[in-house]
């Protein structure tokens, strides 16, 4: 093929002129800018019910290990006691 015979020389052909796709002009970006997220302070009866059950649990399982019960001799006397190593657990009784 002669490149002396191209497209341009060809007078049946029409010309569009075509604006590039990925041009710097035309090209958007990708992601959009990220948001901060701030915290927001929640309240209400659910909230309150959820702290207040939280301390109580906390507040039990912080304190069971001074709670005394006493089992008789040789026993342990401690109220809620898991004793791996015999594999048993007292609870009370």
Not at 17 to 44: D, T, W
């Amino acid at each position: 093929m002669d490149t002396a015979d191209t497209t341009a020389e060809k007078p049946d052909v029409e010309r569009l002129e075509a604006e590039p796709v990925n041009s710097p002009k035309v090209r958007q970006p990708l992601y959009a800018a990220r948001k901060k997220v701030f915290p927001k302070r929640a309240s209400g009866q659910f909230r309150q019910f959820k702290w207040l059950i939280m301390a109580i649990t906390l507040g039990i399982y912080y304190l069971t290990p001074w709670l005394r019960w006493d089992r008789g001799p040789h026993a342990p006397d401690q109220a809620i006691l898991l004793d791996m190593a015999n594999r048993r657990f007292y609870f009370f009784f």
